[in-house]
């Protein structure tokens, strides 16, 4: 094998891009590139402290700023764009996390209109012990404190959209985008579907641990630094991201309300699942419905994501490798990076 081609890039204040689609690279790089790359915290930075109200520092729609596009040589529609994600670090020593009027699981919102009065805007800044792997919560309203893992992953990861569409970086829909799933963390390679030439990979929106749904809206949100080595598989259709980690395969739906993200999900790894072993599409309904794992991902974004799972040691009839091996050639080069 030979040494990957290794690219790193810090954006500039200026280099952000704030959607998917509509926004020029700001690189060039060919298949099996390795991207050593530092992203900024949804806010763009601007809370740091209880008092840095979003309403006051930041201004929507500029949100989840993204580090890219990154224009992939030779990546066309029709074409799988792999990105395996080699390791994700917090780049900073916090996190801050935050409620915030009309947004959230469990609250009203413009969509779910009340009368009852929205919530207060309130910050919480989480310690991060990255050499214990902690990150502390410290109340608000009482002395109390806990320590939780640090569990680092990126909201966001997504190509530009089909049809010409220029989605905002808040939106998770078949392109990716702030799909918000926990388990697009290191070790973990994401498949999207190529809409245009040369893909137009971004990423960003990086937290330092994140519940199962975001049910607050905000996870523990911090600048990253990032790691990711990205690949091509042509001629392979992906109508919707899919995840491989080192013992599972993950569909992830996008879509309002949430028993459709929940329906894409599965009904994506049913065909994967079928695809794979030669199961008829009704044989491989009948065995995801009975060993299938369905994590939520949001359920407070522009469309709700719900994550399907699978174990790869389930799978009957394995002898042909997922997605042609590119989990395993990818993994190989992270640890020709890493030098283990």
Not at 113 to 136: F, G, K, N, S, Y
Not at 169 to 187: H, I, K, Q, S, Y
Not at 203 to 219: K, L
Not at 318 to 332: C, F, I, Q, S, V
Request: proline content about 7%; some cysteine.
């Amino acid at each position: 094998m030979t040494d990957p081609q290794v690219l790193s890039f810090r954006p500039e204040a200026g280099q952000f891009a704030w959607t998917f689609g509509g926004a020029a690279p700001v690189a060039t790089i060919t298949p099996g590139t390795i991207l050593e790359l530092w992203t900024e915290d949804c806010f763009a930075g601007r809370v740091r402290g209880p008092s840095d109200l979003v309403s006051q520092v930041c201004e929507f729609p500029y949100l989840n700023p993204q580090t890219g596009p990154f224009y992939v040589a030779g990546a066309a529609p029709g074409d799988t764009l792999a990105v395996h994600f080699i390791s994700v670090e917090p780049a900073r020593s916090w996190g801050a996390s935050t409620t915030a009027p009309l947004f959230g699981a469990l609250t009203s919102t413009h969509l779910t209109a009340t009368l009852q009065d929205p919530l207060p805007e309130v910050v919480w800044i989480w310690e991060l012990d990255r050499a214990a792997r902690l990150c502390r919560f410290q109340a608000r309203d009482s002395d109390l404190s806990a320590d939780l893992p640090l569990n680092p992953m990126h909201g966001t990861v997504g190509v530009a959209p089909a049809n010409l569409e220029v989605r905002s970086a808040l939106v998770p829909d078949a392109f990716g985008g702030n799909m918000d799933t926990p388990e697009m963390r290191a070790g973990v390679t994401c498949y999207l579907g190529v809409n245009v030439p040369g893909a137009l990979l971004s990423i960003g929106d990086g937290h330092a641990r994140q519940g199962e749904g975001e049910t607050c809206g905000v996870a523990v949100e911090c600048a990253m630094d990032t790691v990711i080595v990205v690949d091509v598989l042509k001629d392979l259709v992906t109508p919707w991201p899919r995840l491989e980690s080192d013992t599972h395969i993950m569909s992830a739906g996008s879509a309002r309300p949430l028993e459709d993200a929940f329906r894409i999900a599965q009904l994506d790894l049913v065909r994967w699942a079928a695809e794979h072993t030669g199961m008829s599409e009704l044989d491989a309904y009948q065995f995801v419905s009975q060993a299938v794992e369905a994590p939520l991902a949001n359920v407070v974004d522009t469309n709700y994501t719900s994550i399907a799972m699978l174990r790869k040691d389930w799978l009957p009839g394995t002898a042909r490798p997922l997605m042609r091996g590119m989990h395993e050639h990818l993994r190989e080069i992270a640890r020709q990076y890493r030098g283990t």
